[in-house]
């Protein structure tokens, strides 16, 4: 049997099938939208995308697995990278730069220059608390949990918010440890 | 080719907003919660209508810019056209897709392939699973309607799943 080889997220991205991304765009706008007539706060609103991504996390790590071939990253730093070239690139096409690392090799930043959540989007004056990008944070937090890293993800900045790119940091707060043997008859 | 994502980035937004909104914010109001499904795929609908149609000129009748939906607008969302179009002539149009892709990898119960349409959600409440798909399908609807909307042809759009995986919208144009 070949050996099997973790591909690269540009043949994974090539493989997927694919949609047009103004459909993912506007379809995330709106829900955004609708979010903030339903939900009023903008507070609320943040914590409902995190919550949606993070539902969408833990589901998205089994594909991203199945997909790419990726074995067990050996540190933090590995895994950081295999975000930022390959989930990234698989799912939403763009990849990300790994940078900011701190001296324990535990927190780090990814920043996006390209993001297609946010094409066509400018938040209004009413909007100013919205992290409108908040679905992707959780995303990450929740696949992470889903391979034994509990992590803190938030953005650090944002382009709608006036910076020059979006810097998503990723904090490892815990490695949780895998209970083995598994009971497989409970 | 224009900027592309992983179907899966459609497909799970798709689930949350229906989990979100059936589940959580309107778990025992489940016509509040088609209504907000509906109103996002309105939204959406509309403005995909107005990119697609920014170099177009004006439709001259509703069969037109029905044909305009079955051809370039389905082609646009789905990468398919819309496989069979009926009409009686008096404003009422039948949009078969005969694999409609949004449906193709949910789970379905086969009792509720006798139900017809199920845009009733009174009626859908008592079986959860015709409710989920039900759910499902006023997304697309409220896509249909909010693209028919922006060509000025108020609507309205129902679904019927009787023959899965076909999957009919039904389209009443407002007099």
Redesign the interface.
């Known amino acids: 049997m070949a050996p099997v080889v973790p591909r690269s997220g540009d043949a994974i991205f090539a493989n997927v099938e694919r949609v047009n991304a103004e459909l993912f765009t506007l379809t995330y706008g709106a829900i955004v939208r609708q979010l903030l007539t339903d939900l009023e706060e903008v507070d609320e609103v943040n914590k409902q995308l995190d919550q949606m991504g993070y539902n969408i996390g833990i589901r998205l790590i089994d594909e991203f697995l199945a997909k790419s071939n990726v074995s067990r990253c050996v540190d933090f730093k590995e895994t950081a990278e295999v975000i930022a070239k390959v989930g990234l690139k698989m799912f939403l096409g763009v990849t990300a730069t790994v940078t900011n690392w701190d001296v324990e090799g535990t927190t780090c930043s990814l920043i996006l220059e390209d993001n297609p959540l946010v094409d066509f989007v400018e938040l209004p004056d009413t909007c100013q608390g919205l992290y409108y990008c908040n679905i992707l944070s959780g995303v990450v937090r929740g696949a992470l949990e889903m391979v034994s890293m509990k992590t803190e993800v938030t953005w650090l900045c944002d382009m709608l918010r006036g910076d020059d790119t979006f810097e998503l940091q990723l904090k490892l707060l815990k490695q949780v440890p895998e209970e083995y043997p598994y009971k497989d008859d409970e | 080719m ?9 497909e ?6 229906v ?2 909104y059936c589940n959580g ?1 309107y778990a025992d109001k489940p016509e509040l919660a088609a209504r ?1 499904i509906e ?3 309105f ?2 609908g509309h ?2 209508s107005e ?1 697609y149609t920014m170099d177009r000129p004006r439709f001259t009748d509703h069969l037109e810019a029905i044909k305009f939906i079955c051809k370039d607008f389905w082609s ?2 789905f ?1 398919k056209q819309i496989d069979n179009l009926k009409t009686n002539h008096r404003g009422t149009f039948v949009l078969q897709d005969n694999r409609f892709r949004w449906l193709s990898r949910m789970s379905v119960d086969p009792s509720i392939e006798t139900l017809g349409s199920i845009q009733d959600p009174s009626a859908m409440a008592e079986n959860k699973a015709a409710q989920a798909i039900g759910m499902h399908l006023y997304f697309p609807c409220g896509i249909i309607r909010g693209a028919l909307s922006n060509l000025g042809i108020p609507c309205a759009v129902s679904a019927d799943i009787s023959n899965l995986p076909a999957c009919s919208f039904v389209i009443r144009i407002k007099a």
Not at chain 2, 2 to 10: A, F, H, I, N, P
Not at chain 2, 12 to 17: A, D, F, Q, R
Request: hydrophobic letters at 35%.
């Open positions: 224009g900027r592309e994502v992983s179907e899966s980035c459609v799970s937004l798709l689930t949350e907003i989990s979100s914010f907000r109103a996002i795929g939204q959406v403005q995909l990119r646009e969302v990468k």
